[in-house]
């Protein structure tokens, strides 16, 4: 079925460091969106995006829908130990049916103190 | 918290056995969803609903049968519980079909 590929699959970064990380499709999405999982949990949403080149922020969280649709990045600025956890990139493909959602592989997040 | 309740939250199980998740929501949405959780392909949807006794398959769903016969109840029934079904399952609910609502998720291990 149709895959999102996320990377990278996991950072190991010094408190205070910027993280970027991505999400591509070889097919055109026509909404991105950006979930967070902390351990036991269920993923929650970070933060959405529904227009090409949609530029979007959340405290320290940036994101953006890219402008060939085929593409999204999160990044997470001067990260804290609380960023921990499993970043998914979801999308709701052109061809969308039923609204369902399609997820990336995640990007597991290690901050250390 | 956001109205939706995974039930049990962990379950062993013997292969070969049937077993039946259960999701409630408390908000009255439309849509209603199944995805397992396996490391290295993130999450994968098994079935969905988008209305009571409307449901249709996701990309994994040999194997697994649903029901939705109230608004807020979906249950996720594995037949005849195989090894590969070990997995964390989550429920998601979604007024829209847009920006789903999670619930904690259910471990299941089947030995």
């Known amino acids: 079925g149709q895959q999102l590929n996320q990377s990278p699959q996991s950072m190991f970064i010094q408190e205070g460091e910027d993280v970027s990380m991505n999400c591509t499709s070889s097919?055109?999405?026509?909404?991105w969106l950006w979930y967070k999982q902390d351990p036991g949990e269920g993923p929650v949403l970070l933060i959405a995006?529904?227009?090409?080149?949609e530029l979007t922020s959340n405290g320290r969280l940036t994101a953006q829908f890219g402008i060939t649709r085929k593409d999204s990045f999160l990044n997470i600025s001067a990260s804290i130990p609380s960023d921990v956890g499993i970043y998914f990139c979801a999308g709701h493909p052109i061809y969308n049916q039923g609204g369902k959602l399609i997820f990336g592989q995640g990007t597991e997040l290690s901050v250390k103190p | 918290d956001a109205g939706i309740t995974q039930s049990p939250r962990h379950k062993v199980t013997e292969t070969g056995t049937p077993v039946t998740l259960r999701c409630h929501q408390t908000?009255?949405?439309?849509?209603m969803y199944w995805y397992r959780q396996d490391p290295g392909h993130g999450l994968r949807l098994i079935h969905y609903s988008y209305g009571v006794k409307d449901t249709d398959k996701g990309e994994v769903s040999d194997g697994y049968s649903v029901s939705r016969s109230k608004t807020e109840d979906f249950l996720l029934t594995l037949e005849s519980a195989t090894s590969s079904q070990t997995s964390v399952y989550f429920c998601?609910?979604?007024?829209?079909?847009?920006?789903?609502?999670f619930g904690s998720g259910t471990r299941l291990t089947v030995v």
């Open positions: 908000e009255n949405h439309r849509y």
């Open positions: 097919s055109i999405f026509n909404t």
């Open positions: 998601a609910i979604s007024e829209s079909g847009y920006g789903y609502t």
């Open positions: 995006l529904y227009k090409a080149g």
